[in-house]
């Protein structure tokens, strides 16, 4: 295997190290290398570019997971507040549905109003800064 082959693995290791919250020891370790050439390699900003993508992506398929058992999720809790829940456990989730109720209604709003700015703004504007 050359050498540029085996470098190009062990990047992509450090990357996905780094991006899953590894310290540069533990990307070296896993990686291969030392932990001079991860700490070298976090001062080139593509390198750098390339974890905070790599983090994209994994926040990305979280949140997808997440979604996609979100309704199950809220079954649960919905069943949790039945009367013959003993009291403690009935509190609980009927908070719970009641602070992710209104953190899910705060997050839409504020994604629906982001959105309608950014539809209202031109795009000779972005450049300007300007608001209509």
């Known amino acids: 295997m050359s050498h540029k082959v085996t470098a190009r693995a062990g ?3 450090m990357v996905a190290s780094l991006a899953g919250g590894a310290t540069a020891e533990e990307a070296a370790r896993a990686a291969g290398v030392s932990t001079r050439t991860v700490q070298r390699r976090l ?4 390198f750098v570019a ?4 790599a983090r994209a992506e994994y926040l990305s398929r979280t949140v997808a997971a997440l979604t996609e058992h979100g309704l199950a999720a809220t079954g649960t809790l919905v069943e949790l507040t039945a009367a013959e829940i003993p009291a ?5 989730a009927a908070k719970a549905i009641l602070e992710l109720g209104a953190r899910l209604r705060e997050s839409e709003s504020l994604e629906q109003r982001i ?6 703004m031109a795009p000779a504007d972005i450049g300007r800064h300007q608001w209509r």
């Open 11 to 13: 990047n992509v290791v």
């Open 43 to 46: 001062l080139d900003p593509a």
């Open 50 to 53: 390339a974890i905070d993508a």
């Open 88 to 92: 403690s456990t009935r509190l609980g």
């Open 115 to 120: 959105a309608a700015l950014e539809a209202r």
